[in-house]
């Protein structure tokens, strides 16, 4: 008598055959969508959802509506105040989505080029925060009591670096670094705002602004808003976030999401883990989900 695993394994080949006939059956299966193609994976890995969102320039919602709906008090008071002063605003947003922002999200007009980030914790990446600058001027001041300092950037591509680390309670904790990537040197001549590859922009100078780092600590369902003071033109976060040079004015706001990406689930088989890259029909997933906790018989 054949113990129940080799009834199991025989029952999967019979009902894969007979599905691979089906031409209907084209939907991917959910270990196609967490196949290793689209990204590492592991308990370390975490997904961040990125909506750059375009609204005219001065748009009501982004500089007033938006903020009594968001926290802002999580920062640290010297760190919010060294924020402000530099024309950053950022915020937290817990619980249902409010409706403008919701609506933002959703529409192709204001959030038109949606995109995810999947990285491990401890690692980096930058989020580009609009198109290249041709000329990018503002003041800055990363010391309380200092002077601000005038600062004059070529061909200027504002972004924010962003490191994820696991905290408790399965939130994700982010830390924001603004940097600017600017004109590089020799051997870098010619490079326009349309022409800027990836290798070039390794290779030019790069202005980090430690002191205005800041982090957020988020769960699945909240939102980091992050944004540029209206009221404080001449500032690093007005000329990250709000481009009257454009050629149709805009005010952009960062909205980020981050979820826990789920380890690939361990296979016994080759054969069974190229089995279920097909669709496995409702009666073999039935079969799964009752058989396994069961051991071999003796």
């Not at 050629?247 to 706001?253: D, E, F, K, Y």
């Not at 088989?269 to 890259?277: G, P, R």
């Not at 669709?279 to 989900?289: E, G, I, K, R």
Request: glycine residues 8%; charged residues 20%; contains cysteine.
């Amino acid at each position: 008598m054949l113990c129940r695993p080799a009834l199991l394994v025989s029952l999967l080949i019979i009902l894969v055959a007979g599905c691979a006939a089906d031409p209907v059956a084209s939907s991917l299966s959910w270990y196609e969508r967490t196949s290793p193609l689209q990204g590492p994976t592991g308990s370390d890995v975490v997904q961040i959802d990125i909506a750059l969102l375009e609204q005219s320039l001065g748009d009501r919602y982004v500089n007033e509506d938006l903020w009594p709906l968001a926290d802002e008090q999580f920062v640290p008071l010297d760190r919010k105040r060294l924020l402000t002063e530099n024309g950053f605003r950022v915020g937290l947003v817990s619980g249902i989505t409010p409706d403008g922002l919701q609506a933002m999200l959703t529409s192709a007009r204001s959030n038109p080029n949606p995109r995810e980030k999947q990285m491990r914790a401890g690692n980096t990446s930058s989020i580009e925060l609009g198109p290249v600058v041709e000329h990018c001027r503002f003041a800055i001041n990363q010391e309380k009591g200092k002077t601000a300092t005038k600062v004059e950037l070529k061909q200027a591509l504002c972004t924010l670096e962003v490191s994820p680390s696991l905290a408790e309670d399965g939130r994700t904790r982010l830390r924001f670094v603004p940097r600017i990537v600017h004109e590089g040197g020799a051997g870098l001549q010619g490079i326009t705002a349309g022409s800027i590859n990836w290798l070039a922009r390794q290779q030019r100078p790069v202005e980090t602004f430690d002191l205005l780092t800041w982090d957020v600590s988020l769960a699945p369902n909240e939102y980091a808003v992050i944004g540029g003071r209206y009221d404080r033109p001449g500032t690093l976060g007005y000329s990250c976030f709000a481009r009257a040079e454009e050629v149709n004015p805009v005010q952009r706001l960062l909205a980020i999401r981050v979820t826990r990406v789920q380890p690939e689930p361990a296979f016994d088989s080759l054969e069974l883990k190229e089995a279920l890259q097909k669709t496995p029909p409702l009666a073999l997933q039935a079969v799964w989900t009752t058989s396994r906790g069961i051991e071999p018989s003796p």
